[in-house]
T-cell receptor, first 113, second 110 residues
């Protein structure tokens, strides 16, 4: 248990669906992150929020829309996804910037049909 | 971000010491070296971080030579539960971007 929870743990959706991934951290951290991990590929940083402001957006398609309503919660809204978006989506948090230890959640395994 | 190179995979047996070397020839003065561990279908977990010389914690040791162009993660007396992917990351603490490479898949056998 890392103090970062993600729901749902598994999600199957069609290409026309809209769904949201939720992340919550109970560590009092200031920064939260979304990563994507496709099969046999390195983790890809998608978004970074610091004090609820987006500070990094790594050229992610607009069908992925992040939301950070407060420093404890992070959402990833999904719409009109493609099968190649199937992956493990990981949320992480840290007290400060990058090389401060990041605490990862268990991830959401997403399958797009 | 400094690029890192590490072996794709390593095999070991229970009770042995495992040493994983990571090359980072273009490491910058402000960069730190951090190692993470990831089990299948889980998020990575921080193991250890260092800037130079040697760092040791209850899980591992990190050896960094004076030129800092490489580093070695040492896992003492591994067990089956140490089977995982180990990532070497190099970056500036002031940068939000963590760049995970392919990592080293360590397989521990009985």
């Amino acid at each position: 248990e890392t103090g970062v929870t993600q729901t749902p743990r598994h999600l199957v959706m069609g290409m026309t669906n809209k769904k949201s991934l939720k992340c919550e951290q109970h560590l009092g951290h200031n920064a939260m992150y979304w990563y994507k991990q496709s099969a046999k590929k390195p983790l890809e940083l998608m978004f970074v929020y610091s004090l609820e402001e987006r500070v990094e957006n790594n050229s992610v398609p607009s069908r992925f829309s992040p939301e950070c309503p407060n420093s404890s919660h992070l959402f990833l809204h999904l719409h009109t996804l493609q099968p190649e978006d199937s992956a493990l989506y990981l949320c992480a948090s840290s007290q400060g910037r990058g090389l401060e230890t990041q605490y990862f959640g268990p991830g959401t395994r997403l399958l797009v049909l | 971000l400094a690029k890192t190179t590490q072996p794709i995979s390593m095999d070991s047996y229970e009770g042995q010491e495992v040493n994983i070397t990571c090359s980072h020839n273009n490491i910058a003065t402000n960069d730190y070296i951090t190692w993470y561990q990831q089990f299948p279908s889980q998020g990575p977990r921080f193991i250890i971080q260092g800037y130079k010389t040697k760092v040791t914690n209850e899980v591992a040791s990190l050896f960094i030579p004076a030129d800092r162009k490489s580093s070695t993660l040492s896992l003492p007396r591994v067990s089956l539960s140490d089977t995982a992917v180990y990532y070497c990351l190099v970056g500036d603490p002031n940068d939000y971007k963590l760049s995970f490479g392919a990592g080293t898949t360590v397989t521990v056998r009985a």
